[in-house]
């Protein structure tokens, strides 16, 4: 049961913390960054925006606590030992950097919610009231890809000694950065596809075409660098020679649907890219109705964010199997 609890609280932990990531970093390179100057600024961003930051941050505070206390209560059979785990463990003090990571971005959404707030009170005028869209991407982003990459101190990608264990940890932060991106992009990315075919605004609709056009831009290298840091994680976790424990062990058949779900999203990602992308395009050139393509985009899209949702579940118990490599 309280390795469920864990399980539990590690999916709620990534979820929440690539998403932050991912998004804060997709709103800040591929939403209404370079739209046309006819394009009015927007007068503040949407508050969806400011709420899918600062809940994203605050349940990954909840999430590595209850994280710490799953744990502690694994490794001792009662909670009250979550201070010696703290201080004691690798996992805690892990545990705890990405908690204050996490509590600094909620600040940073929180100072960005009453600037706003003072910014129309005051009525400064539409520049003041766009700037704060830039000063709360970049720093949660980067708060955000710090807590990603910390990742890799507390799962097994710090197993090992010897040089080849700093290629591993090497690879594993690659690999959660990536995920990252792909994955934190998915949910602002469906948000602004229901918004767009429930407005029916060629602004709204622009907006989709220009954020997959930008995720595209980057989406090959960050799928090709997922499968390359995957696979160096496979070879140091499985163990060379090891391949059928590939199917004769839990975490290897965990390792496999994972994949399998990677395959049914890079599907779904390449038909983002090579079809509804140009197709939205070019109904915006010709003026003419995207209903259709939204309503397609919507639906694959959705589907997108589900399958990377179960991703991040498999990843969940993944980590809390033994790796063939270690027995
Ligand atoms: C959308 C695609 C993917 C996402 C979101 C993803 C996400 C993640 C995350 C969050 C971890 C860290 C787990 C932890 O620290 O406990 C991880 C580890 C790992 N990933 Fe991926 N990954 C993806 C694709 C792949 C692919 C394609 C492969 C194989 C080729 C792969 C192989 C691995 C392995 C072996 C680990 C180490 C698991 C462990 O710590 O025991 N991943 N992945």
Request: aromatic content about 8%; hydrophobic content about 55%; overall charge positive.
């Amino acid at each position: 049961m309280i390795e469920w609890a864990l399980r539990g609280a590690r999916l709620l932990q990534f979820a929440s913390t690539l998403v932050l990531f991912g998004s804060a970093l997709f709103l800040l390179y591929g939403y209404r960054s370079g739209a046309p100057a006819a394009a009015p600024p927007p007068e503040r961003e949407p508050s969806w925006i400011q709420a899918l930051l600062l809940w994203t941050s605050l349940v990954g505070v909840a999430s590595a606590i209850a994280w710490l206390l799953s744990e502690s209560m694994l490794l001792t059979d009662t909670w009250t030992s979550w201070r010696d785990v703290l201080i004691g463990t690798q996992l805690g003090m892990v545990l705890a950097l990405r908690a204050g990571l996490l509590a600094l971005a909620a600040l940073v959404c929180v100072g960005s919610r009453l600037r706003s707030r003072l910014s129309r009170g005051l009525s400064m005028g539409s520049s003041l009231a766009s700037r704060p869209a830039r000063s709360l991407y970049a720093p949660v982003s980067i708060l955000g890809g710090l807590s990603v990459a910390s990742f890799a101190w507390s799962g097994h990608g710090s197993i090992g000694s010897g040089s080849g264990s700093q290629v591993h940890l090497a690879a594993d932060v690659l690999h959660l950065l990536t995920a990252g991106t792909w994955i934190g992009a998915l949910l602002p990315m469906s948000v602004l596809s229901v918004q767009a075919l429930r407005s029916r605004s060629p602004t709204e609709a622009a907006d989709v075409a220009r954020g997959l056009a930008r995720f595209s831009f980057f989406g090959a290298a960050v799928v090709l660098i997922l499968i390359l840091s995957g696979l160096v994680n496979s070879g140091f976790l499985i163990g060379a020679g090891r391949w059928r424990a590939l199917f004769a062990t839990g975490y290897g058949i965990a390792l496999l649907v994972k994949v399998a779900l990677f395959g049914l999203m890079l599907i779904l990602a390449s038909r983002h890219r090579y079809r509804t992308t140009p197709a939205l395009q070019r109904v915006l050139a010709e003026r003419s109705d995207g209903a259709a393509i939204l309503r397609q985009l919507r639906a694959t899209i959705i589907a997108e964010t589900v399958l990377a949702f179960l991703v991040l579940a498999d990843v969940a118990v993944l980590g809390t199997l033994e790796p063939p490599a270690a027995s």
